[in-house]
């Protein structure tokens, strides 16, 4: 079956600007969850989304921000960019925690490379 | 403040032997515990999981190891191959929750 796809798999934006990343999850998965990764920290949980709802939200200011729809897809917002926002962002999609179906496992994406200049 | 920590950041293994990461963590109420490899340009694939009742689990070439008294765990890769060159990330969650907690990752290189 078709994996996780995010766009756009790179982009280049200034500082002050804002951006809006997608991702498609796996067909029949309903939860979506965001990373960040930069170089040294490993991979930092942004937020989780299940039923068009945040379920969960990491330690990252208000200008980070994101959606689902109710076809499971989900965007993520970075407003008013800084040079420290540039880092790759994986978007995962799984089945919602706690269910029966749910091994813990994370499925990614390939991530959206952006820089911020 | 770092929660699950991967306190090497490079490891260099000749082919046919063992790899062993490392990770530690720091949150006691952790039950589920990951591993997943990341090869540059994609992201990061599931390789193993243990939960914390056990204090091993076994997948063909991979073994992961738990000590919950020590909040430690570590993989194992017998033998190893240049294929398994790549990123290892230790990542752990509570209750099987889609909140993973990373490690920041070791870089294994395999040598043939």
């Known amino acids: 079956k078709a994996g996780v796809t995010q766009t756009p798999r790179y982009l280049i934006k200034t500082r002050g600007q804002q951006v809006t990343l997608s991702c498609s999850p796996i067909?029949?998965?309903?939860?979506v969850s965001w990373y960040q990764q930069t170089p040294g920290q490993g991979l930092q949980f942004l937020f989780e989304y299940f039923s068009e709802t945040q379920r969960n939200k990491g330690n990252f200011p208000g200008r980070f921000s994101g959606r689902q729809f109710s076809n499971s897809r989900s965007e993520m917002n970075v407003s008013t960019l800084e040079l420290g926002d540039s880092a790759l962002y994986l978007c995962?999609?799984?089945?919602?925690?706690?269910?029966?179906?749910?091994?813990?496992?994370?499925?990614f994406g390939e991530g959206s490379r952006l820089t911020v200049l | 403040d770092q929660q699950v920590k991967q306190n090497s950041p490079s490891l260099s293994v000749q082919e046919g032997r063992i790899s062993i990461l490392n990770c530690d963590y720091t949150?006691?109420?952790?039950?589920?515990f990951l591993w997943y490899k990341k090869y540059p340009a994609e992201g990061p694939t599931f390789l193993i999981s243990i939960s914390s009742i056990k204090d091993k689990n076994e997948d063909g070439r991979f073994t992961v190891f738990l000590n919950k008294s020590a909040k430690h765990l570590s993989l194992h890769i017998v033998p190893s191959q240049p294929g398994d060159s790549a990123v290892y990330f230790c990542a752990a969650s509570t209750w099987r929750g889609n909140k993973l907690v990373f490690g920041a990752g070791t870089i294994l290189r395999v040598k043939s």
């Open positions: 995962a999609s799984s089945f919602p925690s706690g269910t029966r179906t749910n091994t813990g496992e994370l499925f």
């Open positions: 067909s029949g998965h309903r939860s």
């Open positions: 949150n006691s109420m952790f039950d589920y």
